[in-house]
């Protein structure tokens, strides 16, 4: 009777921690597994950027795995902060960045008022399609401004390079195969993984992204027309098709 009501009590405990176990729970993901490309459910929250002359961006955030970068950027989206901030900072083969209401790569604040810790996610990357938060010492940095991966193809020899240093400088573990293989497959920005917050990615409109990506800029990488967020917007996804790479 006694082992009986401990496995009870254990099979609870397993339960509350979301583990797989005693017929229910949530699965845990394991760490270091790509969590990017996991579809939003139907009905679940995402953000559409409506970009001036371009049409529209739809991202999913991960509130699971960037749970702060994800309520700040909805949250910043619902009060309108984005609407009618331009991209300050296009840069051909790596990203576009915008967020800021100056407009000069200087300002912008978290719902939360200043900076908030967003953290780095290990099952988050820098693919390109991906959004994370610009920072300026850090992820205790984060305010409201973000970019969004283009990135370039990589190499077993870019990646290896790469794969050092944020092991060095972030004690995170070597890449998966399978984190390799993706970024040779659709590219990235693999070099900022582990001192970023990824909290989304692009669903739809990657398109758009990199059209953005080829436009003139001056020589401080700031557009020379200027590249309008006309609305961010909260919405629940329809089901509708998805786009994780320009076809």
Known sequence: MFKKVLAVMLCSVMIAGSLT?????????PEYSIQNFTAPAKGEEIVVLTIKDY???????????????????KGLAKKGYYDGVIFHRVIEGFMI?????????RGGESIWGGKFEGGASTNLYHFAGAVAYANSRGTSTNGSQFYIVTGEKQTDASLDRYEKSIIQNYGRKPYTDEVKEKYKEIGGTPFLDGGYTVFGQ?????????????????ERDKPVKDIVIEKATVVKYDGSEIHWTIE
């Open 55 to 73: 049409g529209d961006i739809k991202i999913k955030v991960f509130d699971e795995f960037a749970d702060k970068g994800a309520e700040n950027f």
């Open 21 to 29: 176990g005693c017929g229910e729970g949530k699965e845990k993901v």
């Open 202 to 218: 692009v669903i739809d409109g990657l398109d758009i992204v990199y059209k953005i990506s080829q436009v003139e800029t001056n």
């Open 97 to 105: 960045q915008g967020g800021d209401p100056e407009g000069t790569g």
